[in-house]
């Protein structure tokens, strides 16, 4: 979902999430909504918002417990990074992800005249997001957003996506009954937040609504836009698996402050992953990253993933877009070796380690089981500390050093 990093909760709990499992459930009784909610009204009205759409918008509104607990759920797991990719890029998905680009080849290459943004590309992020469009959420986005928007934990943001909703709701692009979407209110094939959806979402069709629900121009048009105006590069790739040496400093790695041009990481001895020949463009500039660890895949990657990371923040996700666009036009799975045992870290765990950094003297941040960069630059200082390979990720070996050794 672009600007919006909360989404990510709903992906199958693939990366760890961002919200807190200490906060109780907070919809509070039905007269401080109504409350709440008149006095909303009248903030509406004063950013333009029309009787007639309040009124419709409001009748017989309440808030949904179920958004609240969705709100608060954290997944137990950090699923492991080919779990991840197993149910992102999975057999089924890539085969029908190809059947869909060849059958709307002609939208979509029109669409790439326009803004510059490839059809696989534009394909694999209606596959990640909805499914090609098999799953748009079934929760009335007034009525989720109206619940968050009173919820006091993100109130300030959620109001603005709740008056962007009814801007959407003013401006006809979709009916009320229609207008369904995740619990936090993403919407359409693309996912989009009504924000977002006011800033980008494109009448490609020329029917005079932009419809990102049932439209496939619009939904296609409306994600390239996005990723135009957010500063795609036309025609670029957006990484490529590489292999790295036996001895290599990892602290070049997982740092997109870091960028080198291909021809100086091949002089670090970085080469193609399956590939002798030396890199195309060899002045172009890429950062490295090691999403599972020094024991798993490795990508260089470029200006087009940073562009991706802007539509959902994970690196997961955006590793999973750019694996499913090379997937969608016949290149085959990554060359890296997968273990034969994956251990999935639960958050308790998380929790365990970053105790122990704390104890120890390095920084993790709180002790809340979220993998952040600050978590990820104390482990690095503590396996710097012990001479281990200093790559910053929470493997459950880490956690077996760490926490189960006396």
């Known amino acids: 979902m672009p600007c919006n990093y909360f989404r990510r909760l709903l992906l199958l709990a693939s990366v760890v999430c961002l919200f807190s499992l200490a906060a109780p459930l907070n919809v509070l009784a039905d007269d401080d909504f109504a409350t709440w909610l008149a006095a909303f009204q009248k903030e509406a009205r004063q950013a333009g918002i029309s009787e007639k759409t309040l009124a419709t918008a409001f009748a017989n509104l309440s808030p949904i417990p179920r958004v609240i607990e969705l709100d608060r759920k954290q997944p137990e797991f950090l699923m492991t990074f080919w779990r991840y990719l197993d149910v992102t890029v999975s057999a089924d998905r890539v085969e029908k992800g190809r059947r869909l680009l060849e059958e709307n080849k002609d939208l979509l290459r029109m669409i790439e005249r326009r803004y510059g943004v490839q059809p696989r590309f534009l394909v694999a992020f209606w596959g990640l997001e909805t499914n090609y469009g098999g799953n748009l959420g079934s929760f009335p986005v007034i009525g989720a957003l109206a619940t968050l928007a009173h919820d006091p934990r993100r109130s300030d943001f959620f109001r603005q996506e709740l008056l962007a909703a009814l801007r959407i709701l003013d401006e006809g692009s979709i009916p009320l009954e229609a207008m369904n979407g995740s619990w936090a209110g993403a919407m359409g094939q693309t996912q989009f937040m009504p924000s977002t959806f006011v800033r980008f979402a494109v009448d490609m069709d020329g029917d005079g609504r932009r419809d990102i629900w049932n439209s496939l121009p619009d939904v296609f048009a409306s994600a390239a836009n996005f990723l135009a105006s957010s500063g795609w590069s036309t025609g670029g790739d957006w990484g490529c698996e590489v292999q790295l040496p036996a001895t290599f400093n990892l ?133 710097k500390n012990r001479q281990m390979p200093a790559d910053g990720y929470p493997s459950p070996e880490l956690f077996k050093i760490m926490v189960e050794t006396p």
């Open 251 to 383: 602290d070049l790695a997982d740092d997109q402050k870091i960028t080198k041009t291909l021809d100086e990481w091949q002089a670090l001895g970085i080469r193609p992953r399956g590939d002798s020949h030396p890199f195309p463009d060899p002045q172009r500039k890429a950062a490295l990253i090691l999403p599972a660890g020094v024991s798993g895949p490795a990508f260089l990657i470029f200006q087009n993933f940073r562009i991706i990371l802007q539509w959902n923040r994970a690196t997961l996700y955006a590793v999973a877009i750019g694996h499913l666009a090379d997937r969608l036009t016949g290149m085959g799975p990554l060359l890296a070796p997968r273990p034969w045992s994956e251990e999935q870290l639960r958050r308790t765990q998380i929790e365990k380690i970053q105790q122990t950094l704390t104890d120890l003297g390095f920084d993790p941040g709180p002790a809340d089981g979220i993998f952040g960069t600050k978590t990820r630059m104390a482990i690095k200082a503590f396996q």
